[in-house]
């Protein structure tokens, strides 16, 4: 059974950090690209980061400079450090984990979401 857990959200004032947690079981985490993503009431979730099995990233223009994803393939976690927030960033976050087999096969699996309110 595959899980992924969220946690790390919450309420934070404008200019402020936070770093969200995903934690990840019954996959074989180190072979999947982890990503975060966000979804504001009322839009579409987007892609906000997202890190490769080999440790390459791409970033959301939006928040290209100030979040960070990692990954730590020891204890099956991804990272997403986010610093001088905005209250546009406020939205549910969600963790994925995708892989390609083949062309066409895919595997995508996904978290809870945990809530970020950015707001004074």
């Known amino acids: 059974q595959v899980q992924l857990v969220e946690s790390g959200g919450g309420l934070v004032q404008p200019g402020g950090s936070l770093r969200l947690s995903c934690a990840a079981s019954g996959i074989i985490f180190g072979i999947y690209t982890m990503g975060w993503y966000r979804q504001a009431p009322g839009k579409q979730r987007e892609l906000v980061a997202a890190?490769?099995?080999?440790?390459?990233?791409n970033y959301a223009d939006s928040v290209k400079g100030r979040f960070t994803i990692s990954r730590d393939n020891a204890k099956n976690t991804v990272y997403l450090q986010m610093n001088s927030l905005k209250p546009e960033d406020t939205a549910v976050y969600y963790c994925?984990?995708?892989?390609?087999?083949?062309?066409?096969?895919?595997?995508?699996?996904w978290g809870q979401g945990t809530q970020v309110t950015v707001s004074s």
């Open positions: 994925n984990a995708h892989k390609t087999v083949v062309a066409g096969v895919t595997y995508d699996y």
């Open positions: 890190i490769t099995s080999g440790g390459s990233t």
